[in-house]
């Protein structure tokens, strides 16, 4: 581990948050949320051990932006004071302070110094139409980079990558019905040009800031974890959210709300696709553990492969 006093850590001070800070925090939290096989005391110091010598880089294609939103509503300390000064995520898009040449120019050389063990988080889904034109990411010497450039490019050379998002783990919304864009996913686009790097899906529109700051964690701590067929991460993704609803009593006896105002009932006849959906939202909730979909409308499966063409209509039953 750097110094304490290493102008890193003397940058985190100033943002109010030290590196050991969040190591803290972190673990804490991770206690509350259900989150004790990514974050248990024993792994901290390797996790502080790793975050020196493992960059993040993010990158983003076509997306909303909604998975880096997600995730800066992460806990407090502030996540983007976090991941900027304490998980050395060193690019990203929205968050970072440089932009143009300098930018691109630092992201490409970062690749290179830690080639094969930087990982590569994706945003938003790859256009493969029209020779990837539909999303240009910049422009280096006069020549401009497709987003399909910068994942080939990265991808080959990243350790690991994180497909975060619907988007960026199987097309998403950018790949419904038409997709006049071509877009992909990371892992069909990877398949495609035969790179072999592996990749671990975060779906979720927008993925749960746990997931993505989880198996992030994971991967430098533990290194890939297990993954279901649909690449996902079985301490996130293994439950299914009928299963364990807390509607599935009433689910049993047949008893349906018939609004979405109601408080009691099981929502499958207002359109809820929990029974085909994967993923913890039922325990870990959103908005710091505040409520989740289904309390005040319905699942519409956002992690499934299929989304959003296979939760289509999402107000209607399945
Ligand atoms: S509300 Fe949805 S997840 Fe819950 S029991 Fe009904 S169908 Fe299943
Ligand atoms: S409850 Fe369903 S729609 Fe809501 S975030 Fe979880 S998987 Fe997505």
């Known amino acids: 581990m750097k110094n304490e006093q290493t102008l890193p850590d003397k940058q985190q001070k100033k943002l109010g948050i030290s590196r050991r800070g969040f190591l803290k925090t972190i673990t804490g939290t991770a206690a509350g949320i259900g ?21 993040v880089l993010w990158i983003q294609g076509q997306g909303c932006t909604g998975c880096s939103v997600s995730l800066l509503n992460s806990v407090d300390p502030s996540i983007a004071d976090v991941l900027l000064k304490v998980i050395s995520l060193q690019f990203h898009p929205t968050i970072m302070a440089s932009e143009g040449k300098t930018a691109l120019e ?31 990411v910049g422009e280096l010497d006069h020549k401009e980079i497709t987003m399909a450039d910068m994942v080939k490019d990265l991808g080959n050379k990243a350790g690991s990558v994180l497909a975060v998002g619907t988007c960026a783990a199987y097309g998403g919304i950018p790949a419904a019905e038409g997709n006049v864009t071509g877009a992909t996913g990371v892992m069909k686009f990877f398949k495609y040009y035969g790179i072999k790097t592996p990749v671990v899906n975060i779906p979720g529109c927008p993925p749960h800031p746990d997931w993505i700051v989880g198996s992030i964690a994971h991967l430098l701590t533990k290194g890939l974890p297990e993954l279901d067929s649909d690449g996902r991460p079985t301490i996130f993704f293994g439950e299914n959210i009928h299963d364990n609803c807390p509607h599935l009593d009433e689910y049993d006896a047949g008893e349906m709300s018939e609004k979405l105002s109601d408080a009691k009932g099981c929502r499958m006849d207002l359109g809820c696709k929990g029974p085909d959906t994967y993923a913890d939202c039922y325990k870990r909730k959103w908005n710091s553990g505040m409520n989740w979909c289904v309390d005040n409308a319905v699942c519409i499966g956002c992690v499934e492969p299929g989304f959003p063409d296979g939760s289509s209509p999402f107000y209607e039953p399945a």
């Open 35 to 55: 989150m004790s096989q990514v974050f248990n005391p024993a792994l901290v110091s390797a996790l502080e051990k790793a975050l020196e010598h493992h960059p």
């Open 106 to 136: 630092n992201l490409y050389k970062i690749a290179e110094e830690y080639k094969g063990k930087f990982s590569l988080a994706v945003e938003g889904a790859i256009p493969m139409a029209a020779g990837g034109k539909y999303c240009i």
